[in-house]
């Protein structure tokens, strides 16, 4: 069930799409909100047993190897998110609805939304650390999309790319910070994790660890000083910013704060790290924040500065700091949520959001005025509403921490205060700016009491501001006990909810506050030139300057490596694979193994020094061509010399067949392909080559040597010779491991030769070079087709035809088999063309080799379901034996239709690829395909 | 015989990357082949050099050369070939796109074809 909450929202993304397509606004709006509506309606069904203090959770593994399950669980902190997201989702939606205009794609806008909604309540009821950082991802990547929803803007782009940029970049540290927790506690399982707190903080990886998953944190959560991301996010629409900038996706950093509160907290990194962040964002965002002219900026820093209030609250570790934080996550969602709303209104219905214009917009709005006024004085502590409440709670906390004394300082709670007078200067500046201060000036049009659905949501915020602030035990209470409890993992010290409790120093500081910021605000004029001459630092700059000297460096990098020649790829490459060769060298060990050694005989000795010779003249005479073809053959058959000296009669036929068709292959490109007499590079350049070439085959020489003089493991060659025949029926090992044993990745090798031929055709069509030389003069049929080979040709494909059904058959006991079958019938077929008229052959051959390689690889692929059919495992061999007079005794196996496939493949691509060529031969010499 | 094996695979290796580093294609492609051979003939002695004893059952004998690294080698034989092929291919093709058949990423186009 837990599974489905998530589920619902990412799944349900689709359905806006469809409805946005076809069905206009209403539906998609209809279709969104129920899809938020089940997802809220479940976490409601399962909330009274949370309530009752069970955690619920579901297990589904998914790579349990790497420790990876989909495991959720629901307790109060899950719980509780998961009703922000949920609830504020809902009125978002509907505010959504009327906020866009009728231009904007409300289905998209709605997929992006429900995908950010899934990622967000996938990751608050995450139970494994690597699912809630890949729903973590999920936010950060859903938010980017949301933040270019204009993407026709560059302000939308660049504050989209910027977020992306900062978010992603803490992904990375949080995803390390996890692996290392994970690795510490011993399992990614928070179930388990949230237990192993005392090992967690005794390990000596804690500070690193700690390190980088606040960093995560902090970026997420757009504390200083990563927090210049957030104000540029706002070039989203509205709707975006109420719900991700103030109630959901900032919160997720705070959230994972208080997820692992109970591993990482209560040391004195902790305290530090955490607390002096939070402080630091707290008051330099308050500051910054009344020196924002737009509207949105200065909701932006506000949120900021909360959050580092929450972040400081959780940083003192106490169980009451705890509450006091949680408590306020709330409170900041629901009345930031409806600043946001109400900054939206205002916003969409004059067309501006710069507070030197807006003025005394309350005559025109005076109910949006009014709501605006209620949750900004929430906003700024006022008695009576749900954020005083909190507020008090952290004066109360930042006393007590004083007189506890310790490292806390008494400087602790004059900070707060100053903070709060801050904070109720800007609440000030909102109110009195934008709703009084005179007339508007120079507004694109005046505002009208917006269509009521765009305010509803609004008013339903704005009365939950008042509702708890007003009777807070009763309210928010129970939700606020759960979920702080699971935050610090144990049961509360007792606390009271209520908005009186006599008169006492946080009393006091609330009301210093209060005063502070409304003589703050009535000198503003003052701080305003302060602040113009000494403007808070952007990091906008910093971070574009950053990202650019990053581009530039990459593409530094990228240019001198990549400049285009292969040369330099293919010896940077060598070069390095020579590098790593010495380095494993240079670890020591013996390069002679003991394993006795045969004598050299005379024969093996010529072949070598012909293979000696004919490699050096290649090497040598590479420029000329022809002779470095023939020469390039010499190489090809004493290697085939060398695979019959050492027993591998099939390697022999097969190369032997490959050499002829390698051949053709090249004398048919030679004629498009221009000669080079000239050296073409310098001699410096020849000397390094050539230095790196030794130093490549002295290495592949030692590596070899090494090999041989040591004795080899049987085991894998004697499992094969022992099975080949009880298991596969066949004689030949080789053809046996080839059709049977291994006759997956013989499928695999099948599939390359078919890809190769059909790129081959793709690169050669449309697209043929000119020949270097034309045929130089007319000549004669007799001369071109010489009357020997073309009478010769006819029975030689007969015979040639038998010799391959031959070798095809006995393939299963004797050297052979479908791969040089297919080689030599595609030779005697090469030969006809060779021999006769290319269009003459064509017709009378009449054989579409694309079809054949394609039907060869659909056999073989048959003949493994067939087996699968059976119910044995895919490409499982059965064989019977049969008698046939002349070829004798040869098997009927199924992989004898494997074989036949492999060969039909052979056949088709080989044919493919020389026709490829030849074809182009042919149409130079007037022939149309 | 086995140091013999050694630097035979070692030259053909020498050969096959000094060709790979010439600046044109049909170097490239010699080069390729060459480097080919030396694979091969190392996956092969890999299985150790065995004389006269090929892995066909029933020929009276009770040990075999290796059949592993020969099944292996006889795919990359072919797979080899496809290489070769494709390689050719695209130099025809990049001969045709560009004028040229250099690979040292300097933009330089050949003379025109003889009439």
């Given at each position: 069930m837990l599974l489905f909450i998530a589920l619902i929202p990412l799944l349900g993304a689709l359905l806006p799409l469809w409805a946005g397509g076809r069905r206009g606004r209403d539906v998609s709006v209809w279709t969104t909100a129920a899809v938020t509506a089940a997802s809220l309606a479940l976490l409601l069904w399962l909330s009274p047993v949370v309530f009752d203090g069970v955690v619920l959770q579901a297990n589904w593994p998914w790579l349990p190897q790497l420790g990876l399950n989909f495991t959720f669980r629901l307790d109060g902190l899950a719980l509780l998110f998961g009703l922000l997201i949920t609830g504020i989702g809902l009125l978002v939606?509907?505010?959504?609805?009327?906020?866009?205009?009728?231009?904007?794609?409300?289905?998209?806008?709605?997929?992006?939304?429900?995908?950010?909604?899934?990622?967000?309540?996938?990751?608050v009821l995450a139970d494994n650390l690597l699912l809630l950082l890949l729903f973590w991802e999920l936010t950060s990547l859903s938010s980017f999309l949301l933040i270019g929803y204009w993407h026709s803007?560059?302000?939308?782009?660049?504050?989209?790319?910027?977020?992306?940029?900062?978010?992603?970049?803490?992904?990375?540290?949080?995803?390390?910070?996890?692996?290392?927790?994970?690795?510490?506690?011993?399992?990614?399982?928070?179930?388990?994790?949230?237990?192993?707190?005392?090992?967690?903080?005794?390990?000596?990886?804690?500070?690193?660890?700690?390190?980088?998953?606040?960093?995560?944190?902090?970026?997420?959560?757009?504390?200083?000083?990563?927090?210049?991301?957030?104000?540029?996010?706002?070039?989203?629409?509205?709707?975006?910013?109420?719900?991700?900038?103030?109630?959901?996706?900032?919160?997720?950093?705070?959230?994972?704060?208080?997820?692992?509160?109970?591993?990482?907290?209560?040391?004195?990194?902790?305290?530090?790290?955490?607390?002096?962040?939070?402080?630091?964002?707290?008051?330099?965002?308050?500051?910054?924040?009344?020196?924002?002219?737009?509207?949105?900026?200065?909701?932006?820093?506000?949120?900021?500065?909360?959050?580092?209030?929450?972040?400081?609250?959780l940083g003192l570790s106490t169980p009451l700091a705890v509450v006091a934080g949680v408590f306020h996550i709330i409170n900041h969602a629901v009345f930031k949520a409806s600043l946001f709303m109400a900054a939206g209104i205002i916003d969409h219905e004059t067309g501006c959001r710069d507070m030197r214009k807006l003025n005394g917009l309350f005559k025109y709005i005076p109910w949006t005025a009014t709501l605006a006024m209620t949750a900004a004085a929430a906003m700024a502590g006022v008695p009576l509403l749900n954020g005083f409440l909190s507020k008090e709670m952290f004066f109360a906390q930042t006393v007590y921490q004083a007189a506890a004394g310790g490292e806390v300082h008494w400087l602790l709670p004059l900070l707060a205060t100053v903070a709060g007078i801050f904070s109720v200067a800007y609440s000030a500046r909102f109110i009195h700016d934008v709703f009084f201060n005179g007339e508007p000036i120079n507004l694109p049009r005046l505002p009208h009491e917006p269509p009521p659905y765009l305010r509803a949501p609004v008013e339903v915020l704005v009365a939950i501001c008042l509702l708890v602030g007003i009777a807070p035990a009763y309210t928010v209470g129970p939700l606020l006990a759960i979920a702080a409890t699971s935050v610090v993992g144990g049961p509360l010290p007792p606390y009271s909810l209520a908005i009186w409790h006599g008169f006492n120093l946080p009393l006091l500081m609330s009301s210093l506050a209060l005063i502070g910021g409304a003589l703050m605000?009535?000198?503003?004029?003052?701080?305003?030139?302060?602040?113009?001459?000494?403007?808070?630092?952007?990091?906008?700059?910093?971070?574009?300057?950053?990202?650019?000297?990053?581009?530039?460096?990459?593409?530094?990098?990228?240019?001198?490596?990549?400049?285009?020649?292969?040369?330099?790829?293919?010896?940077?490459?060598?070069?390095?694979?020579?590098?790593?060769?010495?380095?494993?060298?240079?670890?020591?060990?013996?390069?002679?193994?003991?394993?006795?050694?045969?004598?050299?005989?005379?024969?093996?000795?010529?072949?070598?020094?012909?293979?000696?010779?004919?490699?050096?003249?290649?090497?040598?005479w590479h420029r000329q061509r022809l002779t470095a073809i023939i020469l390039l053959g010499g190489v090809g058959l004493i290697v085939v010399l060398a695979f019959i000296r050492f027993s591998s009669p099939d390697l022999a036929l097969t190369q032997l067949t490959v050499e002829v068709v390698t051949t053709v292959l090249l004398l048919l490109a030679l004629r498009y392909l221009p000669s080079d007499a000239l050296p073409e590079s310098m001699p410096s350049r020849r000397l390094r080559d050539a230095g790196l070439a030794i130093l490549a085959g002295i290495g592949v020489a030692a590596l070899t040597w090494g090999g041989l003089t040591r004795p080899l493991q049987p085991e894998l060659a004697e499992y094969f010779l022992a099975t080949s025949l009880p298991g596969g029926g066949g004689a030949n090992v080789v053809n046996v491991i080839l059709v049977d044993f291994r006759g997956f990745d013989t499928l695999g090798e099948a599939t390359v030769l078919v890809i190769a031929a059909l790129g081959i055709t793709a690169l050669l069509t449309g697209g043929f070079p000119l020949p270097i030389r034309s045929s130089p003069r007319v000549v004669s049929i007799e001369e071109r087709w010489p009357l020997l080979l073309r009478m010769g040709a006819r029975p030689l494909l007969a015979l040639t035809l038998l010799l391959a059904a031959y070798i095809f058959l006995r393939g299963h006991h004797l050297p052979g088999g479908g791969f040089i079958a297919g080689l030599m019938t595609a030779l005697a077929l090469a030969t006809q063309y060779l021999a006769g008229?290319?269009?003459?052959?064509?017709?009378?051959?009449?054989?579409?080799?694309?079809?054949?390689?394609?039907?060869?690889?659909?056999?073989?692929?048959?003949?493994?379901?067939?087996?699968?059919?059976?119910?044995?495992?895919?490409?499982?061999?059965?064989?019977?034996?049969?008698?046939?007079?002349?070829?004798?005794?040869?098997?009927?196996?199924?992989?004898?239709?494997?074989?036949?496939?492999?060969?039909?493949?052979?056949?088709?691509?080989v044919m493919r690829i020389l026709l490829e060529l030849g074809q182009a031969n042919a149409e130079e010499n007037g022939w149309k395909p | 015989m086995e140091a013999l094996i050694a630097g035979v695979i070692g030259l053909l290796t020498t050969a096959g990357v000094y060709l790979l580093l010439r600046g044109h294609t049909f170097s490239v492609a010699l080069g390729l082949a060459l480097l080919s051979y030396a694979v091969n003939l190392f996956l092969l002695a890999m299985g150790r050099l065995t004389l006269n004893r090929p892995p066909i059952l029933g020929s009276g004998q009770t040990d075999y050369a290796d059949p592993v690294p020969q099944a292996l080698v006889l795919t990359a034989i072919v797979i080899g070939f496809a290489m070769t092929a494709f390689l050719i291919a695209l130099a025809l093709r990049t001969r045709y796109e560009t004028g040229s058949d250099q690979v040292d990423g300097v933009e330089t186009t050949d003379p025109a074809p003889d009439p």
């Amino acid at each position: 069930m837990l599974l489905f909450i998530a589920l619902i929202p990412l799944l349900g993304a689709l359905l806006p799409l469809w409805a946005g397509g076809r069905r206009g606004r209403d539906v998609s709006v209809w279709t969104t909100a129920a899809v938020t509506a089940a997802s809220l309606a479940l976490l409601l069904w399962l909330s009274p047993v949370v309530f009752d203090g069970v955690v619920l959770q579901a297990n589904w593994p998914w790579l349990p190897q790497l420790g990876l399950n989909f495991t959720f669980r629901l307790d109060g902190l899950a719980l509780l998110f998961g009703l922000l997201i949920t609830g504020i989702g809902l009125l978002v939606i509907l505010y959504a609805r009327y906020y866009l205009a009728e231009r904007d794609d409300l289905g998209r806008f709605y997929a992006l939304l429900l995908l950010f909604m899934g990622a967000m309540l996938g990751m608050v009821l995450a139970d494994n650390l690597l699912l809630l950082l890949l729903f973590w991802e999920l936010t950060s990547l859903s938010s980017f999309l949301l933040i270019g929803y204009w993407h026709s803007r560059a302000d939308a782009r660049q504050g989209a790319r910027m977020a992306l940029t900062v978010t992603a970049a803490g992904g990375l540290a949080l995803l390390a910070g996890f692996l290392l927790l994970g690795h510490i506690a011993g399992s990614f399982e928070l179930s388990t994790v949230l237990a192993a707190g005392e090992t967690v903080k005794n390990h000596p990886g804690y500070p690193v660890m700690l390190m980088l998953i606040l960093l995560g944190a902090f970026t997420k959560s757009a504390q200083f000083p990563f927090h210049f991301w957030l104000p540029h996010a706002m070039a989203a629409p509205t709707p975006v910013s109420a719900y991700l900038h103030s109630a959901t996706m900032v919160k997720a950093g705070v959230f994972l704060l208080a997820r692992l509160f109970p591993v990482l907290a209560d040391t004195d990194l902790w305290f530090y790290l955490v607390g002096g962040t939070g402080l630091i964002t707290l008051l330099f965002a308050a500051y910054a924040a009344l020196f924002q002219h737009d509207l949105k900026g200065l909701l932006a820093y506000s949120t900021i500065s909360h959050l580092g209030l929450i972040t400081l609250l959780l940083g003192l570790s106490t169980p009451l700091a705890v509450v006091a934080g949680v408590f306020h996550i709330i409170n900041h969602a629901v009345f930031k949520a409806s600043l946001f709303m109400a900054a939206g209104i205002i916003d969409h219905e004059t067309g501006c959001r710069d507070m030197r214009k807006l003025n005394g917009l309350f005559k025109y709005i005076p109910w949006t005025a009014t709501l605006a006024m209620t949750a900004a004085a929430a906003m700024a502590g006022v008695p009576l509403l749900n954020g005083f409440l909190s507020k008090e709670m952290f004066f109360a906390q930042t006393v007590y921490q004083a007189a506890a004394g310790g490292e806390v300082h008494w400087l602790l709670p004059l900070l707060a205060t100053v903070a709060g007078i801050f904070s109720v200067a800007y609440s000030a500046r909102f109110i009195h700016d934008v709703f009084f201060n005179g007339e508007p000036i120079n507004l694109p049009r005046l505002p009208h009491e917006p269509p009521p659905y765009l305010r509803a949501p609004v008013e339903v915020l704005v009365a939950i501001c008042l509702l708890v602030g007003i009777a807070p035990a009763y309210t928010v209470g129970p939700l606020l006990a759960i979920a702080a409890t699971s935050v610090v993992g144990g049961p509360l010290p007792p606390y009271s909810l209520a908005i009186w409790h006599g008169f006492n120093l946080p009393l006091l500081m609330s009301s210093l506050a209060l005063i502070g910021g409304a003589l703050m605000y009535w000198q503003r004029r003052r701080l305003f030139r302060l602040g113009d001459r000494y403007p808070p630092p952007d990091g906008k700059a910093l971070f574009e300057r950053g990202l650019n000297l990053g581009i530039a460096a990459t593409r530094r990098l990228t240019e001198g490596l990549e400049n285009g020649s292969l040369q330099r790829y293919l010896a940077l490459l060598i070069g390095v694979a020579l590098v790593a060769g010495v380095a494993g060298a240079w670890q020591g060990g013996e390069l002679t193994g003991d394993q006795p050694l045969p004598p050299v005989d005379l024969l093996s000795l010529l072949a070598a020094l012909l293979l000696v010779l004919t490699t050096g003249l290649t090497m040598l005479w590479h420029r000329q061509r022809l002779t470095a073809i023939i020469l390039l053959g010499g190489v090809g058959l004493i290697v085939v010399l060398a695979f019959i000296r050492f027993s591998s009669p099939d390697l022999a036929l097969t190369q032997l067949t490959v050499e002829v068709v390698t051949t053709v292959l090249l004398l048919l490109a030679l004629r498009y392909l221009p000669s080079d007499a000239l050296p073409e590079s310098m001699p410096s350049r020849r000397l390094r080559d050539a230095g790196l070439a030794i130093l490549a085959g002295i290495g592949v020489a030692a590596l070899t040597w090494g090999g041989l003089t040591r004795p080899l493991q049987p085991e894998l060659a004697e499992y094969f010779l022992a099975t080949s025949l009880p298991g596969g029926g066949g004689a030949n090992v080789v053809n046996v491991i080839l059709v049977d044993f291994r006759g997956f990745d013989t499928l695999g090798e099948a599939t390359v030769l078919v890809i190769a031929a059909l790129g081959i055709t793709a690169l050669l069509t449309g697209g043929f070079p000119l020949p270097i030389r034309s045929s130089p003069r007319v000549v004669s049929i007799e001369e071109r087709w010489p009357l020997l080979l073309r009478m010769g040709a006819r029975p030689l494909l007969a015979l040639t035809l038998l010799l391959a059904a031959y070798i095809f058959l006995r393939g299963h006991h004797l050297p052979g088999g479908g791969f040089i079958a297919g080689l030599m019938t595609a030779l005697a077929l090469a030969t006809q063309y060779l021999a006769g008229d290319f269009r003459w052959t064509t017709a009378q051959l009449n054989l579409d080799y694309q079809r054949l390689m394609g039907g060869g690889l659909a056999l073989i692929g048959f003949t493994g379901l067939v087996s699968a059919l059976f119910g044995y495992p895919f490409l499982t061999s059965a064989f019977t034996h049969a008698h046939l007079p002349i070829f004798g005794d040869f098997e009927i196996a199924s992989a004898m239709a494997f074989d036949l496939g492999v060969y039909l493949v052979v056949v088709g691509a080989v044919m493919r690829i020389l026709l490829e060529l030849g074809q182009a031969n042919a149409e130079e010499n007037g022939w149309k395909p | 015989m086995e140091a013999l094996i050694a630097g035979v695979i070692g030259l053909l290796t020498t050969a096959g990357v000094y060709l790979l580093l010439r600046g044109h294609t049909f170097s490239v492609a010699l080069g390729l082949a060459l480097l080919s051979y030396a694979v091969n003939l190392f996956l092969l002695a890999m299985g150790r050099l065995t004389l006269n004893r090929p892995p066909i059952l029933g020929s009276g004998q009770t040990d075999y050369a290796d059949p592993v690294p020969q099944a292996l080698v006889l795919t990359a034989i072919v797979i080899g070939f496809a290489m070769t092929a494709f390689l050719i291919a695209l130099a025809l093709r990049t001969r045709y796109e560009t004028g040229s058949d250099q690979v040292d990423g300097v933009e330089t186009t050949d003379p025109a074809p003889d009439p």
